[in-house]
């Protein structure tokens, strides 16, 4: 699997129309250097974790002065550590995606054990988890900033679900035949 960092600006125009990125060459640059340092490792690390594997060869992975989504893969424009801890984050849901977990009972009891919270909150419990194992693996100094991160109330909670359990109940939990 590779990605390819890039920046449109008709995609950028369609999210901000009225604005503009002057650092999308910068940081394409420093995202790109990154991916080509890490990529054995990251690889490994998803891999080795979960026991999955990434479906696609390629992944584009847009920069933009707007927000972070893994599909398509995009990435907000901001402090490059950030991007590099988002780029880990939305690769969790990629990987996720990819080997359809949400369809395995696994991940199924996991939503049930937690139906009372927002779905938003129930998906990051394990995004979050997985997310954790690969930053204390990849980049150890960065966990506190990636449990940090966000400010919206469902991804604190899903923190919060992942410290009463572990991060590993979570991947033992939703990687279950």
Excluded at 29 to 35: G, L, T
Excluded at 139 to 150: A, G, K, T, V
Aim: net charge negative; glycine share 2%.
């Amino acid at each position: 699997m590779d990605i390819h960092f890039k920046f449109s600006l008709q995609y950028e125009k369609a999210l901000n129309p009225e604005g503009g990125v002057t650092a999308f060459e910068e940081r394409c640059s420093k995202m790109k250097a990154f991916w080509d340092e890490e990529l054995y490792n990251i690889k490994k690390i998803f891999e080795e974790i979960t026991g999955l594997k990434f479906a696609d060869k390629i992944i584009p992975c847009y920069l933009n002065s707007v927000f972070t989504i893994s599909d398509p893969l995009s990435l907000k424009i901001e402090d490059i550590d950030d991007m590099k801890d988002n780029l880990l984050h939305e690769l969790c849901h990629v990987l996720f995606m990819q080997n359809t977990l949400s369809k395995n009972k696994g991940w199924q009891e996991m939503l049930e054990a937690y139906k009372d919270e927002p779905f938003v909150t129930q998906v990051h419990s394990a995004i979050h988890a997985l997310h954790y194992l690969v930053t204390k693996e990849l980049r150890p100094e960065r966990l506190e900033n990636i449990m940090n991160y966000s400010k919206k109330q469902t991804y604190i909670k899903a923190w919060e679900i992942v410290n009463e359990k572990t991060p590993q109940y979570f991947i033992d939990l939703i990687t279950k035949k």
